[in-house]
Nanobody, 118 residues
Framework: QVQLVESGGGLVQPGGSLRLSCAASGHTFRTYHVGWFRQAPGKEREFVGRISWRGANTNYADSVKGRFTLSRDNAKNMVYLQMNSLKPEDTAIYYC???????????WGQGTQVTVSS
């Protein structure tokens, strides 16, 4: 079973940047695709982006494309979400998840809060 822990959230001003980390435990972590999701108060959890097991392939939601960048360091069992040009509507709890072969979430981290406000 893969266990995931997010970190790096916090308060940032609009237009600012933040990098989230997803640390994984479990010897099979590198074989999993990893997705990032977010959930704002009163809203459904939504897809943000995903990265393939080796990091060669990435996909992003239209709302974050061009601003957010995923990367992966398998030697450190770490996935990163670099967030630039942040907007107030990016405020949410951000979760990373290990994905199945069909790219559906299997295991979730505890989430990390991102607040974009002046």
């Amino acid at each position: 079973q893969v266990q995931l822990v997010e970190s790096g959230g916090g308060l940032v001003q609009p237009g600012g940047s933040l990098r989230l980390s997803c640390a994984a435990s479990g010897h099979t972590f590198r074989t999993y695709h990893v997705g990032w999701f977010r959930q704002a108060p009163g809203k459904e959890r939504e897809f943000v982006g995903r990265i393939s097991w080796r990091g060669a392939n990435t996909n992003y939601a239209d709302s974050v494309k061009g601003r957010f960048t995923l990367s992966r360091d398998n030697a450190k069992n770490m996935v990163y979400l670099q967030m630039n040009s942040l907007k107030p509507e990016d405020t949410a709890i951000y979760y990373c998840a290990s994905l199945s072969a069909s790219l559906q979430p299997l295991y979730w981290g505890q989430g990390t809060q991102v607040t974009v406000s002046s």
